[in-house]
Structure formats: structure tokens, C-alpha cells
């Protein structure tokens, strides 16, 4: 028999007289099921599996709470520092993904917020933060770095067979 997957789930309340729709005309839902249909959530939603990091985790009350969203590159050895030494009560409340966000946590208590970010040891290259409020979005919190990280070791090799327009769009991306 199929494990039930959990899913994190924004759906779109349709307002056809607002557009672009608003961040507060958006709600947040943590669900398990089977499938995605299991969910039978109405059009208008963007979805994506979360794995708990615990598998006896019981699903999150995120009526109103608060949603973090950490980006860590690379997250598994973050994900093998929080397995190890984070307390039960704060990995029943974190869930790994693999979108953009590589760990969420759900906890309204900020010291729990504080107590991963220092078990990860490493800073996220980003972090958001969602209050939701009667299962809507009321706020997003976005941090990230001041600085642009510059690549490394990239070779473009030479672009001399280019056609010009193409070389010249890359002399100008590089400042040339």
C-alpha cells in the first residue's frame, strides 16, 4: 500500500474584480494524501511535496502560524546536522523539500527559528518568512543576501563562432 505524500499548498481565492490578485487573497494548506487529486483542492492553487524530516511527524496546525522558508546550499549536509542534534520537538516541525526552498520549518516560537539556524551552521542563502492568519498569507518576510555571489569557474569557452548579435550580448553581460 502507497504512503500518503504531504503536500504544502497555496490556493487562489478568484477576486475578478482585483488584479493582480493580493498576497492576502492567498491561502496556505499542509495536507496528506495518497495523490494530489486525493486532495480535491478547487483550481487555482500552486502545490509541491514536503517530506517531513521525522516520519512520525503528525501534520502542522498552520491555521496561523508562522512558515519559514530556508534556501541552504547544499542542504543535505544541513539536513544531517538537524536529523542529529535537533530535539524532537523541533523536527516534528521541519519538512524538507526539493523546490527552491530546501527546508521549511512551521513554529509560531522565533527561538525555534533561531535554534535551527544555528544547528544548521551555516547561513541560508535565503530565508522567507510567511505569518499566516486564519489560513491566509497576511505577511511575507523576504531575506537575503546584500551581495551578488560572482560564479566560479565558469568558462565560457571561446564565443568567437557566435553569431554578432549573441557576442555582443555576452561582451555586454560580461562588461566588455
Not at 3 to 25: A, G, I, K, M, Y
Not at 70 to 97: C, H, I, M, N, W
Request: with cysteine; proline share 10%; hydrophobic share 45%.
Amino acid at each position: 500500500m502507497a504512503r500518503s505524500q504531504v503536500w504544502l499548498t497555496v490556493l487562489e481565492d478568484h477576486h475578478p474584480r482585483r488584479w493582480p490578485p493580493r498576497v492576502t487573497d492567498l491561502r496556505v494548506a499542509i495536507t496528506s494524501s495518497k495523490t494530489l487529486h486525493g486532495c480535491k483542492y478547487p483550481p487555482l492553487f500552486l502545490t509541491s511535496p514536503i517530506f517531513p524530516l521525522r516520519p512520525d511527524s503528525k501534520l502542522p496546525d498552520i491555521r496561523n502560524a508562522l512558515l519559514y522558508f530556508y534556501s541552504f546550499d547544499p542542504a543535505f549536509p544541513v539536513l544531517g546536522r538537524l536529523v542529529r542534534r535537533a530535539p524532537k520537538e523541533v523536527q516534528d516541525r521541519l519538512f524538507f523539500t526539493i523546490g527552491l526552498a530546501s527546508i521549511v520549518l512551521v513554529s509560531n516560537d522565533r527561538k525555534i527559528a533561531s535554534a535551527v539556524e544555528q544547528i544548521a551552521g551555516v547561513a541560508p542563502r535565503t530565508k522567507e518568512i510567511w505569518k499566516i492568519k486564519n489560513s491566509r498569507i497576511s505577511s511575507i518576510k523576504v531575506h537575503s543576501p546584500a551581495r551578488v555571489l560572482e560564479p566560479i569557474g565558469v568558462d565560457m569557452g571561446p564565443y568567437d563562432v557566435l553569431p554578432l548579435a549573441a557576442r555582443s550580448i555576452l561582451a555586454k553581460l560580461a562588461g566588455k
